[in-house]
């Protein structure tokens, strides 16, 4: 089994609904993401997933939530931006993108601080 991570990052506020405490209160981040992909086996020439794919791909995610308010884009307005609701969304959204049988999404971690972080995985 082959394991590939990448990280990458995106600034956005949000607070947190019914919370009770400072983090009721809007307030930003900047949001450290990594993504782990898995993979049985290798294609032709030695790769499980061209790491500029998935790095695009985890971009593409995160420029969806680059410098917004969190609490305006779907699924937060139904949901909290918590850490862990915002791994589970990376998480789902990616996977439909890259999961095919043989490489798999298998975590994403989102870091709000340097010493905080919730992962999500299946």
Known sequence: MYELVVESKFAAAHQLRN???RCENLHGHNWRVTVHVTAEKLNEIGLAIDFTDLKRLTREQLDQVEHVFLNEVFPFTEI???????ARWI???????INDG???VSMV???ESDTASASYYE
């Open 109 to 111: 971690t989102v870091w």
């Open 80 to 86: 909290n931006p918590s850490s862990e609701n915002i």
């Open 19 to 21: 919370y009770n405490g």
């Open 102 to 104: 043989n490489v798999m």
């Open 91 to 97: 998480y789902n959204n990616l996977s439909k993108k």
